[in-house]
């Protein structure tokens, strides 16, 4: 089962636009899609502050090695994973959205391997 997730409105208009502009169909949009009609939608300032959302800082941790990850989640024109930033439409990035403090998602690494990411802060601005 997925683990509940918060939307702020605003985020959640920018990334209806956001699909609305593609001009064909991707198992990355198909994602982010599922991930936006499961989410609780709340007004931007209702929108809890430790829960991951477009343009805030995550940092997380592999469960199975320890590792700790820390990316800012945004539109894909801002992505550079080299600079820690992370597109929306990255499978990552789609599984982040919306998490809080504490919860877990279990991704797919490129390399098939199955991540149990744990988010461990959230961080604005």
Known sequence: MKPHIVLAESDLERLETLIGRQTTRTPAIDALEAEIARAEVVAAD????DVVSMGSTARFR???TGQEYAYTLV???EADIVAGRISVLAPAGSALLGLAVGQTIDWV???SR???LQVLAVSHG
């Open 114 to 116: 199955v991540l149990h």
């Open 75 to 77: 539109y894909p024109h």
């Open 46 to 49: 209702a929108l809890p502050p």
């Open 109 to 111: 690494a490129p390399d």
């Open 62 to 64: 592999d469960q199975a």
